[in-house]
């Protein structure tokens, strides 16, 4: 599908969901690393000085050297992941779309606005139909395209499974978060070490609005949020990676424990995603002992691109209850956008 | 009240639960430890060489060489604390109820029987009426009165304080376990270490039932359950001590969240509980940071015998969502249960 | 001894070892808390607002109006306990040591200069001398006087023990030190949950000097460093309180196992020392089950004021191997510094 | 080199080094699992239902209905893998060997007896030769073949580098290991969290004696134990895999840090375990960041081959200190034993 690797370039190459693109993206069959931008602190420097490695693993050493860009719109890419803080996001994203990239980002600060995918392939590819209403609204040659924020992941893509096939109307959740979604430095080790810290800024929110957009339907080139009605609970919890979500569900139409079973292994994205590279073969894995899923041990299912299930039971005031463990730096954020950038591909909006 | 100490026994002292007993018997202004009965594996050697201690701080000196006893209904005390497994509990404390012993137990076993008071004094002394039935129906001299399961307490102490003030109809709850509510040796670290894991055998059970017990309403010498419905989701964290519990509350009358915080820093138990020894100043401390009630810093509130409530907010699915710590060894276990002890002294159960 | 409490002020009493000084201060027998200072971030505001308290338990509410002051000798106290960073030691505290105030520190800034006292009240408050070479040479009319590093500190107490019994040689120490030594935010979770960090900046060597200093005997006004060689390996580990070090010694006259436990257990201070309001009963606790002491159930022996030691067993290279375990925040950092202003008081260095 | 598959066994599989022998060996190039043999509590079911897997990962779905056998020398194998208990090991391990069968040992049982080998094939590849002796003085048509603790491992790969070419003649070494190494359930939750335990049974002698027996020399058929002297400090820390060691070396021919580091990043086997399957690419992988090895960063070097060393220091005491990172149940326990059986077959001592 891709005759030569397309140049793409990282915003915010230095943090630590830059460094899982860094290390995502290096030996892509599709892609090449061909910028990696940071901001003032690092400009100037060789990558492998300008960054504090802190995910498992090394650096690419070739990419050690590479000398480390401002966050500006003239970097040689195409596509240009962006790792940024909301708030730098703001500016920097309009304008590399506007000079005509192709923007995938992690970033909450166009996640919600209207005429901006926020996109999981398996679950609402259909939402790219967005971007023609983005870029004549906003005249820009390129777009921006995100992805939700990782407990959201977690979350949508087993309801998403569910809504299909009996109806969501009322979402409660609970989650336990692991502390690598706060990115580096992060939590304080003073602050988690034997403990739960029962608040993650402007993480119930995310929940409660991303979650509707994504199980949205398009309709007359507009994306009408669905209908359900989500309550979150954040916490965190002294686990590194893989957030993990108590979830008790009401459906319109309730299915039987073994029903929601069968819809929830049975879940496939459509045909475009299922031959994307970084797509796993099952989006969810289900799993039937007693005790699972658990952070440590599913969160690299699937490459880390899996959601795993569990603990499938009635519920004594909605109608299911489970539980779903996601890995939030991978398939909750830096592989996620990757995996849009690649049905960006495949269904032609890059060329 | 108490001219001379009264005799008290631990039953499972050698445990972890049984330690705490020991620890905080040990000086009870009411209470002198004159037996320590524990499993043929422990009976006849010191205490000392018996028990290996696993709680903070070291046993008391002068009961290390007191000889551990069998579990029999022979021990020198008037009243004995269980601290035994849901099945020795089983026959043990009727067998010691029977020959007059008063017995205050933390097992589960006798908790949901109808002639079995189930107590938090602060909530439902009045319960304790039950204790007249039970000795009609099983021609006991002595009885068994229960402390419930940690986490309903932590859950049990805030929910009594809206009930009373709004009515309280619908009852989310999760809970993020410590691993000391599971005994010793308990949680394998391999298990719990940079995990979560989503499940605690029968605790789910015990929340949904125990709390319609304890906020019951005698009548005709009956407990008539509460006629709200739970739902709970029971998790285990890597925390020592401290559970914390997520919760989303449906009312009859539904508070602003001003009238709720009002409720609940206002809550006090009777005054015949308010002047025992261990009863808390305050039996909910309510705390108004963002981030807070948190497990390592707000178990300790009042001694450990204070339920900790945070982060009152409204619900989008219910009418109110807030976060409860309670120190599950102490209030919630052992204390739970001294607590139960001193009010039968106090209402004249115990002469 | 005190007619009236003594009014003391602390530098830097917004961090994290600031917030354990005023902790410890609150309701001190001797002493009154007449001033909190801070750098220019809080200066101004409320110690309420200003202050975000990381350690167990609540800032004493009778504090939190106090408005903190700037680091300036114009604090209306006779002693300040120094909090601070040392860099910003390095000018404040002679300052306020100019300007009449005993500065009682926990920086590191002035341990190791020849005229400033590097004080643990039990082993060298002969050293006290010092501060008359000081004030000559500085023409101060106020003294700084010095703790030592936390590692060194449960290091130095075992090894006095047994440099007066047997004449100390070598010593080769590991450590292993919890996380609240570096202060807050200090590390990141991501460093250091399922980690050790075989790692501490400056630590190794200012365990392998201090520990002659504290050891060194005083003569002709001089401090002579003591003789032996020291080799540290320092380690963080994911403990929240309590550094643990494992040691190697060679004596000139080395011991049998029994006679280093005797010399151990027989520790105490100088008779000067013992009455101090802060001085622990037994500045050593001697452990001697197989797997003690460790961090968490041995940090608060005699209310944090004790080593303690255990594991003694002969050495392959050297002649004895021991463990200690010291509250590194409590003896090993504010209540140090405390009980050497209790000890100058006590000598007649403050009147 | 191998025709068609060699049929081996694994010897208490269903434990955890049991269950890292089957994970590894599942797909090996060499050999082919023919037999899963456990105690008499797991005999005769499921593999699938006979295992509570611990850990990552998955069991080979394949294996999952492969009946465990009794461990008795009756399996079609040629080579058994020993993950059993030491005690168990006694007797079991001989009955093999007698019966033909090449045991590959991770037990503790027959590592220091004079005519059996203990192998890490990059150091002592030439002590395979003890096999003859063995077979003669115990009528054996089998062997047993031993892998040293996992703790020994992760010294003797950089002490063999430094001895070669520098001559050790003193080591000291603080272990921080990890609770993995107790296999499953092994540490209780409650002694580990927030805490180290200054105690590992039987492992500082272990460590003092096989690091002697594996850089001995051979000579007339028998090993010598080197000259130097060890001394062990074992320490259990709240990690889960990898274990991290600290060490002070002396020489007789005292090295450089430079030379060291030379001697150690050039380190590696003689040409015929370089080509073995699970040999990795460097034994030992020399770090420079101040702050590394670390056991959750280094671990996985190599596949979990190599030794991880850095901080190459000079000693005060002695003449070099440095700290080495191995992953305690892959090179230092299963990865090991295959690594030894890949060996036999490249030397020909199985046919």
């Given at each position: 599908m891709v005759a030569s690797r397309i140049p793409v370039a990282i915003l915010g190459a230095t943090g630590a969901v830059g460094q899982r693109f860094v290390q995502l993206l290096w030996n892509h069959p599709w892609f090449e690393i061909t910028g990696l931008a940071a901001s003032d602190r690092s400009t100037g420097q060789p990558y492998r000085d300008a960054c504090n490695w802190v995910i498992p693993g090394d650096p690419p050493p070739e990419l050690g050297d590479m000398i480390v860009s401002p966050i500006e719109p003239s970097l040689t890419a195409r596509i240009v992941f962006s790792a940024l803080p909301a708030a730098v996001a703001s500016e920097a994203e309009p304008a590399f779309a506007r000079r005509g990239y192709t923007v995938c980002s992690n970033a909450s600060t166009y996640r919600c606005a209207p005429d901006v995918p926020l996109i999981i392939p398996e679950l609402n590819a259909d939402h790219l139909a967005l971007i023609d209403v983005q870029r004549r609204q906003r005249s820009w040659s390129g777009m921006i395209v995100t992805s939700p924020n990782c407990t959201t992941t977690g979350i949508a893509i087993p309801l998403k499974a569910l809504d299909t096939a009996f109806g969501v109307r009322k979402v409660f959740v609970t989650s336990m978060q692991a502390i690598s979604g706060a990115g580096y430095p992060g939590i304080p080790s003073l602050d988690i070490l034997d403990n739960v810290v029962p608040y993650v800024g402007g993480e119930e929110e995310k929940i409660e609005k991303e979650l509707t957009l994504l199980l949205g339907q398009m309709a007359a080139g507009q994306r009408r949020p669905a209908p359900f009605v989500v309550s979150a609970h954040a916490n965190r919890v002294p686990v590194l990676d893989g957030h993990t979500v108590c979830m008790s569900l009401g459906f319109t139409d309730p299915p039987s424990v073994e029903d929601a079973m069968a819809a929830l292994s049975g879940f496939s994205g459509p045909d475009i995603v299922k031959q994307?590279?970084?797509?796993?073969?099952?989006p969810i894995v289900l799993r039937?002992?007693?005790?699972?899923?658990q952070p440590r041990r599913d969160r690299d299912a699937q490459g880390g691109m899996a959601v795993t299930v569990g603990r499938i039971r009635t519920c004594p005031l909605l109608d299911l209850r489970l539980v779903s463990v996601v890995h939030n730096t991978l398939r909750g954020a830096a592989s996620g956008a990757i995996l849009n950038a690649e049905l960006l591909i495949a269904a032609g909006y890059i060329r």
């Open positions: 994307l590279p970084s797509a796993p073969e099952l039937t002992e007693v005790d699972r899923p």
